[in-house]
Nanobody, 128 residues
Framework: VQLQASGGGSVQPGGSLRLSCAPS????????IGWFRQAPGKEREFVTA????????YYADSVKGRFTASRDFAKGTVYLQMNSLKPEDTALYYC??????????????????????WGQGTLVTVSS
């Protein structure tokens, strides 16, 4: 099972990027898909999550109002639209998926231990 994260790149502050996450060897079905990021010298942190079935979304306070998670049923892909990017958004962004049979409960969506499949990461650099 692999999750393919793509769409990273270099942008100036205030710019936008859209990341994609597509599965290989599984489908997202009823699960929760999360985005996490790890900046140089820092621990990995939760960014956002979306429930594939119901569409509920969850955001870290640091990205609320700027980032939007969504899913495309036809393409079987999850997206992370990132607007108004800041230098502190610079990080390696990972997508991850939970159990194939059920969503992750709300109180645990920020817990990376609840996610069982991970992508390789895509680098986002925000710099002038």
């Amino acid at each position: 099972v692999q999750l393919q994260a793509s769409g990273g790149g270099s942008v100036q502050p205030g710019g936008s990027l859209r990341l994609s996450c597509a599965p290989s060897g599984r489908t997202f079905s009823s699960t929760t898909i999360g985005w996490f990021r790890q900046a140089p010298g820092k621990e990995r942190e939760f960014v956002t999550a979306v429930n594939w079935g119901g569409g509920s979304t969850y955001y870290a306070d640091s990205v609320k109002g700027r980032f939007t998670a969504s899913r495309d049923f036809a393409k079987g892909t999850v997206y992370l639209q990132m607007n108004s990017l800041k230098p502190e958004d610079t990080a390696l962004y990972y997508c991850a998926a939970g159990s194939r049979n059920a969503r992750i409960i709300t109180s645990q969506v920020r817990n990376e231990a609840r996610y069982i499949d991970w992508g390789q990461g895509t680098l986002v650099t925000v710099s002038s």
